[in-house]
C-alpha cells in the first residue's frame, strides 16, 4: 500500500491555492466607487437595513432573505436585498 504523509506546510499551500483560484474565478469582484458589492457579510445588511442580529435571522429562519454560509460567515446578494427592501419578496 502507497502512503503519503500531508504536512502542514502542504496543507497551507493547498489553501493558498484555493484562495487565489477563488479570485480568478469570481466574475464580480468587489466594485469600483459608488456601486455596491455583489455580496455582503451580516454586519453590512444589519448597518444597511437598520436592523439587529435577531431580526437579520429572522429574516434567514422564515426565508425571507436568502443567504450563503461559506467558512461561517453568512453572506447575502445585494439583489436579494433590494428586492426586500422594495417589497418583491
Known amino acids: 500500500m502507497n502512503v503519503e504523509l500531508i504536512t ?3 496543507l497551507e499551500q ?3 491555492e484555493l ?3 477563488i ?3 469570481n466574475p464580480h469582484p468587489r466594485k469600483q466607487g459608488n456601486e455596491p458589492k455583489v455580496y455582503l457579510k451580516s454586519y453590512e445588511v444589519r448597518k444597511l437595513l437598520g436592523i439587529s442580529a435577531g431580526t437579520l435571522q429572522n429574516l434567514r429562519v422564515n426565508g ?3 443567504f450563503k454560509k461559506i467558512g461561517g460567515l453568512m453572506y447575502y446578494r ?3 436585498i433590494q428586492n ?3 417589497g418583491d419578496r
Do not use: A, N, V
Open 23 to 25: 479570485r480568478r474565478s
Open 64 to 66: 425571507t432573505l436568502p
Open 78 to 80: 445585494y439583489e436579494d
Open 8 to 10: 502542514r506546510g502542504d
Open 19 to 21: 484562495i487565489e483560484e
Open 84 to 86: 426586500l427592501m422594495e
Open 14 to 16: 493547498l489553501k493558498q
